[in-house]
């Protein structure tokens, strides 16, 4: 019973390198999201899919790239790493965006450090 | 302005007794959803309840209800019969519907600590 699988856990980057985050689902879910947390700042949207083959940008895009792989999978890339992207990431699916109870299901995260 | 308040950093409460953690929000949006996570120790984010603006009843899930009042655009998360468990941070969030499409917005969060 998987539900929403991230890797890596855990990630150190140095500043200027690209790195790709990976995110699976196997709920059968339409949409998916990346987020970021920083500390006390809570959770910020960076990109979601609302269903395959689109993308939208959250609250926070800058920096960042994502790809709808499939059904299943949603990217998100870095392509030139910066300080300001230390964080922890989260990725989280949710049945479809066009509904009400539109719950998400969260990933463990991935803690990344940029030096 | 921010979609999302909790002015609680951190909170206290006895074990078994009840608990009031606070959520104000703002949106113009007439159709949204209002949602409560628990993050534990552990780091991972764990759906609690789940309030929709067109619900007339105060949403219920086991020893979790969600006191929403509409007009004053609140939506606090009542724990009732705490236990040691519940020690964790809380998250209020928002899911509204405008131009830019769906959007999701976390509050910053609450660190409840149950005392034995």
């Known amino acids: 019973n998987a539900g929403v699988t991230q890797t890596p856990k855990f990630q150190v980057l140095k500043t200027g390198q690209s790195m790709t985050l990976q995110c699976a689902q196997d709920?059968?879910?339409?949409?998916m999201y990346w987020y970021r947390q920083d500390p006390g700042m809570g959770l910020r949207l960076i990109y979601y899919s609302a269903s395959e083959g689109t993308t939208d940008k959250g609250e926070v895009p800058n920096g960042y790239n994502v790809s709808r792989l499939n059904k299943r999978e949603f990217s998100l890339r870095l392509e030139s790493a910066a300080p300001s992207q230390t964080s922890v990431y989260f990725c989280?699916?949710?049945?479809?965006?066009?509904?009400?109870?539109?719950?998400?299901?969260f990933g463990a995260g991935t803690r990344l450090s940029v030096l | 302005a921010q979609k999302i308040t909790q002015t609680q950093p951190g909170m206290f409460v006895q074990e078994k007794e009840a608990v009031t953690l606070d959520c104000t929000y703002d949106t113009s949006d007439p159709s949204y959803g209002l949602f409560w996570y628990k993050q534990p120790s552990s780091g991972e984010m764990i759906f609690l309840i789940y309030q929709g603006s067109y619900d007339q009843q105060n949403a219920t899930e086991g020893r979790y209800s969600l006191n929403f009042q509409k007009a004053r655009k609140s939506a606090n998360l009542v724990i009732s019969a705490s236990q040691l468990g519940d020690s964790a941070m809380y998250f209020c969030?928002?899911?509204?519907?405008?131009?830019?499409?769906?959007?999701?917005?976390f509050g910053t969060g609450t660190s409840l600590t149950v005392i034995p």
């Open positions: 969030a928002m899911r509204e519907t405008l131009n830019t499409g769906n959007q999701f917005y």
């Open positions: 989280a699916s949710s049945a479809g965006t066009g509904l009400a109870k539109n719950i998400q299901y």
């Open positions: 709920m059968n879910h339409n949409s």
